[in-house]
């Protein structure tokens, strides 16, 4: 069992910048990673990933504002966020997983440790 624990969200400004971070209890070298987002009555959707070898994606409403890194030496993951917007208002979830097919979409079930999220919230 991997457990993960994701710091660093709060509020901010439209227009503003945030890094969250997460780390895992073992295994960091070998899980593929991935930072999922749930807004209030919406479905949890997937906003970047990073496979162990350092391979990443984007989903389309946050390329070109959001990087996704990990530090294999201090076991952490880390999403700089950056021209945040309303609509980027969420729980954040820091997610791992041994397998990941990198060729479709990022899909929760396709992970099967999760964090317990970090709220974000933006101010218009």
């Known amino acids: 069992q991997v457990q993960l624990r994701e710091s660093g969200g709060g509020s901010v400004q439209a227009g503003g910048s945030l890094t969250l971070s997460c780390t895992a209890s073992?295994?960091?070298?070998?899980?593929?990673m991935a930072w999922f987002r749930q807004a209030p009555g919406k479905e949890r959707e997937g906003v970047a990933a990073?496979?162990?070898?350092?391979?990443?994606k984007y989903a389309d409403s946050v390329k070109g504002r959001v990087s996704i890194s990990r530090d294999n030496a201090t076991d952490t993951l880390a999403l700089q966020m950056n021209s945040l917007n309303p609509e980027d208002t969420a729980i954040y979830y820091c997610?791992?997983?041994?397998?990941?097919?990198?060729?479709?979409?990022?899909?929760?079930?396709?992970?099967?440790?999760w964090g317990q999220g970090t709220q974000v919230t933006v101010n218009s």
């Open positions: 990073v496979t162990r070898g350092g391979r990443t």
């Open positions: 997610a791992a997983d041994y397998t990941l097919i990198m060729t479709r979409p990022l899909v929760s079930s396709d992970f099967d440790f």
């Open positions: 073992r295994n960091f070298a070998l899980l593929h």
